[in-house]
């Protein structure tokens, strides 16, 4: 089993923060979001891994091989952002021989039985209902619950079962013939060929697909998604911090996940913050939030804020002598 991760794309939703930071290495309760993806594969026995990167690629290669020096690895660049279906068609080379693909999308964090998906006779993608799923993959169940039809973004769904970005292929070289055809007759939707139309051709060919629901997705794609995302995880055991050092003078409210070597002190911090290592946090309060690395907050309170790694902040102090009957708005 080879597991294909797509981490090509710029992430531009994110911004400022993917400027200069792929957003699968954004932290979310402690780890980077990447880091889930891997570590779930790992404990169901995958160890070889195909990575198609792309934007700040470089920087995702340096990670994985020093995060997991003992994993099977390859990386292959998409140098055109061309859609879902144009990054598999990427790593070709490095799947057309593989038995089965498990491929998972790596902005994705997904609390599922992955074991489950693994073990299944049939090819297989995860989906979740959603209130909402014009901007989704949506995926129609037919008879004895296979999968009838994959629609990306309809205008009208008729299903409100959203596909999650994780899949199995049992036939990867007719999942690569079909992609290869749409290339060549340049069927594309806005420039792009999705995975979806990809799948939806293996399903007309014959090829049976079964869903299979997770429990909790949630695609990281914007500031507020990932924070909550971050609170989430956080209320979740064995993500949080129980066995933290002692700051000066500084409340700290669970759940929290603080990184090594940082300096905090005369400050508040918590619930639902995450802070990199090696950060400095004085005289501040900070909820709801994800800091990064190498930063430094002084003064301040932050609360549902998304700081960088290396960033500085500092606030406002004010020295006030205020009378009765006084009322002042700093807002």
């Known amino acids: 089993m080879k597991a294909v991760i797509p981490v090509a794309g710029a992430g531009t939703n994110l911004r400022p923060h993917t400027y200069t ?32 990167i792309g934007y700040l ?14 994993i099977k ?14 990054a598999i068609w990427t790593a070709k080379d490095a799947i057309q021989d593989a038995e089965e693909v498990f491929i998972f999308f ?11 998906m693994l073990e299944s006779e049939h090819s297989c993608l995860a989906v979740k209902k959603v209130e909402d799923p014009r901007q989704f993959g949506v995926v129609e169940i037919g008879e004895n619950d296979f999968v009838k039809k994959v629609v990306e973004k309809p205008t009208i769904p008729k299903s409100n079962l959203a596909s999650v970005g994780v899949y199995k292929i049992k036939e990867v070289k007719k999942l690569l013939s079909i992609i290869q055809n749409r290339f060549e007759k340049q069927i594309a939707e806005v420039g792009e060929f999705p995975l979806t139309d990809a799948i939806m051709g293996m399903i007309e060919e014959g090829t049976k697909f079964i869903t299979y629901p997770v429990d909790n997705w949630f695609d990281c794609g914007k500031s507020e998604i990932l924070l909550k995302t971050n609170a989430t995880l956080l209320d979740k055991e064995g993500y949080a911090d129980e066995d933290l050092p002692t700051f000066y003078n500084t409340i700290i409210i669970h759940p929290v996940s603080i990184g ?24 501040s309060i900070i909820s709801e939030s994800i800091i990064g690395s190498f930063s430094r907050i002084e003064e301040i309170v932050l609360n549902q804020s998304l700081v960088g790694s290396d960033a500085s902040i500092r606030g406002l102090s004010q020295r006030l002598n205020i009378g009765d009957n006084t009322e002042i708005d700093f807002t």
């Open 260 to 283: 090594k070597d940082c300096d905090i002190k005369n400050s508040i911090i918590g619930p639902h913050v995450t802070i990199g290592n090696n950060t400095e946090v004085h005289n």
């Open 21 to 52: 930071q792929p957003k699968p290495l954004i932290p979310v309760a402690g780890k980077a979001i990447i880091s889930f993806i891997i570590d779930d594969l790992i404990a169901e026995g995958v160890d070889d891994f195909v990575f198609v």
């Open 73 to 86: 690895k390859e990386f292959v660049v998409q140098h055109e952002r061309m859609g879902s279906a144009h």
């Open 106 to 116: 790596g902005d994705t964090i997904i609390d599922a039985d992955i074991k489950t």
């Open 57 to 70: 690629g470089e920087k995702i290669k340096d990670y994985v091989e020093g995060h997991y020096p003992n």
